[in-house]
């Protein structure tokens, strides 16, 4: 109306109402001194809430502790204290107002289950000043803010989770024969290698057509136990495994990371590249499935501590470059004493990242500081690898730990050696809308809203949210709670992330691998950081929660790292393996039920090789859709490298392209729902 507004306490609560009923069940986090809780709301020192369309931008937020005021008694805020008196009474009045508006029908249990944990963490955090695991964005500035934060994170059932909704996945490990017990050696002394492992790798290593499983294993950061080594599994072509009886040097004993594969010789089988705590590995296939490993002679076994890592043809010479993100400088003999959680990564320095470039005999030259990447630090975990700014290069983004991402745009001239610079400050990409640098651990890069432009999705630690980054084609938009991941995606701390059409729907779905870093109290058990997975199903470019958690009938609990994504079946739909900490492997068998049509493309270069970096385009209906031949996204994990397309009910695809990494451009025609089909180099029609 014409007049002003009122200002009084029952008014705001009308407007905040109206507001949060506009904004959805994401805008619920607030406070009353301009502390952002949430991407999509501030709750503003007239009381009223701001949401994502026109929202007060509260800026950089403020550290915990000794940026923020101290309250009565000399306490500091940031979460750890009530702030006391009338402004406090205020503020958790209003705290209690907007969670009756968004707990709605979800009921007080909610609330009451937000407040124990809250107070939970309170107890668990204690008095002492321990440097613990990452910066967090103060979500909690208030504690009674957190206690309106974690009822939000728990309404899934009501806001944001299908109801009635059937298991998506069996766990078969077991019947299945793939018996692998990740070991970490912890002993108690909470030394940050124990609690960051391990990776997994799916790919045909003995040229059959089926997917095979390589594991990482932890072992020993002493050296005075014996590792169990890292275990290479054979599918039987029937998605039944069994262990390789003569791997040759693939069962690697270092304290074992990630692990990323492709085939980097030439030769038309599958290599492995293994990242460690100490010397990485490259272990060269001599085309059964047997392994030799040639790191010294390949020049590739740098010591630093190694997490992702990735095959890509950055130059377009027709071979596999090898881009290696490391993480700490840590060792056991520097190790600070982290008393009852881990330390933070800001505990140890960042280092560089390694660039490799393939001179195409078996050997590679480390162009690294060449390249530009001495210019940019981090603590690196994730990587993707893909043409972000579509200037016909591969390009490279890197997730780092509490410090901002990387985005390095690849430079390299068409005469001349590679050439990177990082852009992801100008590009949107290197922290969230708040300019705040999260805990970025794992990656996932593909085309989520079908416009052609491969956008970048990062999982982050507890309390904040997933990043999701819409590529605009000349810069990022952090749009994670128009996808619906502002409130939903705070709950677990996430490290593996795997982006595929599980329901074949035509949609790509989303599975997260979740692991606490510092003890948990709630869930019960011998593994004090265990917390379920979670699975996501996207409709109509939302991401809703599946329920039950994490996709199965029985809710598995464990300390999850590493995800790989493939076919292991072949019966269309997209199976998992999920590296634990200290407990066994799942292998986690997609339900086909009532999923819809689909279509699969094997992507071989002149050699015979999967076509790492290759862009598929295919027609689905009325729309035109993009996928990669892409495998060292997620958390220290390596994907099939077929490319899947969900098709719905549509029966057909057409116009299938490839795009090379060399630059070329293929047509390939139509095919029909169910086909797995072979689109090799040179076969096609030259467009």
């Not at 050696?185 to 390589?214: F, H, S």
């Not at 605009?472 to 059409?501: C, E, K, M, P, Y």
């Not at 948990?520 to 004090?528: L, N």
């Not at 609990?557 to 997209?574: E, K, N, P």
Request: one cysteine or more.
């Amino acid at each position: 109306m014409g007049g002003p507004r009122s200002n009084s306490p029952s008014a705001r609560r009308v407007e905040n109402s109206r507001v949060l009923g506009n904004c959805g069940a994401s805008c619920v986090g607030m406070d009353s001194s301009e502390t952002t809780l949430s991407p999509n709301c501030t709750f503003r020192a007239s009381g009223r809430l701001g949401c994502e369309q026109d929202y007060h931008r509260a800026g950089t937020p403020p550290r915990r502790g000794r940026d923020t005021p101290r309250g009565e008694g000399g306490q500091r805020g940031g979460g750890r204290h009530h702030k006391r008196g009338a402004a406090g009474r205020a503020a958790r009045s209003a705290a209690a107002a907007v969670l009756r508006v968004a707990v709605g029908d979800c009921g007080g249990s909610a609330l009451r289950a937000a407040g124990r944990r809250t107070f939970a963490r309170r107890a668990r955090r204690g008095r002492g000043s321990i440097r613990r695991w990452s910066s967090r964005p103060p979500l909690d500035a208030h504690s009674h803010f957190a206690i309106a934060a974690s009822a939000a994170s728990l309404m899934f059932g009501c806001s944001n989770t299908p109801e009635g909704d059937s298991a998506w996945f069996d766990d078969e490990a077991a019947a299945r024969g793939l018996a692998f017990g990740h070991v970490s050696g912890a002993q108690g002394r909470y030394w940050t290698p124990e609690i960051m492992g391990g990776g997994v790798a799916l790919a045909d290593v003995d040229g059959d057509g089926d997917l095979d499983a390589y594991l990482v294993q932890g072992g020993s950061l002493t050296g005075g136990e014996d590792s169990p080594g890292n275990e290479l599994h054979l599918n039987d072509g029937r998605g039944h495994f069994a262990l390789a009886s003569d791997p040759g040097e693939a069962a690697d004993t270092g304290y074992g990371m990630g692990v990323i594969a492709g085939d980097y010789d030439n030769d038309g089988d599958t290599d492995l590249f293994v990242t460690n705590w100490g010397a990485n590995v490259l272990l060269r296939n001599d085309g059964s499935g047997r392994f030799e490993d040639v790191t010294a002679a390949a020049g590739v076994g740098d010591p630093a501590w190694g997490t992702a890592a990735a095959f890509l043809d950055l130059d377009r010479d027709d071979d596999l470059d090898l881009f290696v993100v490391n993480y700490l400088n840590w060792s056991a003999a520097s190790a600070q004493d982290c008393i009852r959680t881990y330390c933070g990564p800001t505990a140890d320095d960042a280092t560089a990242d390694r660039l490799y470039r393939n001179n195409g005999d078996g050997t590679f030259t480390d162009v690294s500081e060449s390249a530009g990447l001495n210019t940019a630090f981090g603590n690196g975990l994730g990587i993707a690898g893909a043409d972000f700014n579509e200037d016909g290069r591969m390009d490279v983004f890197v997730a780092n730990d509490g410090m901002p991402n990387q985005l390095w745009l690849n430079e390299t001239p068409a005469d001349g050696g590679l050439r990177f610079r990082d852009e992801a400050m100008l590009w949107g990409c290197a922290m969230d809308d708040h300019g705040f640098a999260k805990a970025g651990m794992g990656v996932g890069a593909a085309d989520f809203d079908d416009d052609g432009a491969i956008d970048i999705l990062v999982v982050n630690l507890e309390r904040q949210t997933d990043s999701f980054y819409r590529n605009a084609r000349t810069h990022f938009v952090d749009s994670t709670s128009r996808i619906g991941l502002g409130v939903s995606s705070r709950r677990f701390t996430r490290f593996g992330i795997a982006l595929a059409d599980f329901d074949n729907d035509g949609d790509l779905d989303m599975y997260q691998s979740n692991g606490r870093i510092d003890h948990s109290p709630e869930f019960e058990g011998e593994d004090p950081f265990a917390e379920p997975n979670v699975l996501y199903r996207r409709d109509g470019g939302i991401f809703e929660v599946v329920s039950p958690e994490g996709g199965t009938s029985e809710i598995l609990v464990h300390t999850s790292r590493g995800v790989a994504m493939g076919d292991v079946d072949d019966d269309g739909g997209i199976d998992l393996v999920v590296v634990n900490k200290d407990a066994p492997a799942y292998l986690l068998m997609n339900r086909p039920g009532e999923s819809g049509n689909w279509v699969r493309f094997r992507v071989v270069n002149r050699h015979g090789s999967d076509a790492i970096g290759a862009t598929v385009w295919a027609t689905v209906g009325e729309e035109r859709k993009r996928r990669e031949v892409q495998t060292a996204t997620s958390y220290l994990a390596s994907h099939d490298p077929r490319v899947h397309f969900g098709l719905g009910q549509a029966r057909r695809v057409a116009d299938v392209e490839v795009q090379w990494p060399t630059g070329e451009t293929e047509g390939f025609g139509d095919f029909d729902a169910g086909e797995s089909v072979e689109l090799r180099y040179g076969t096609g029609r030259r467009l």
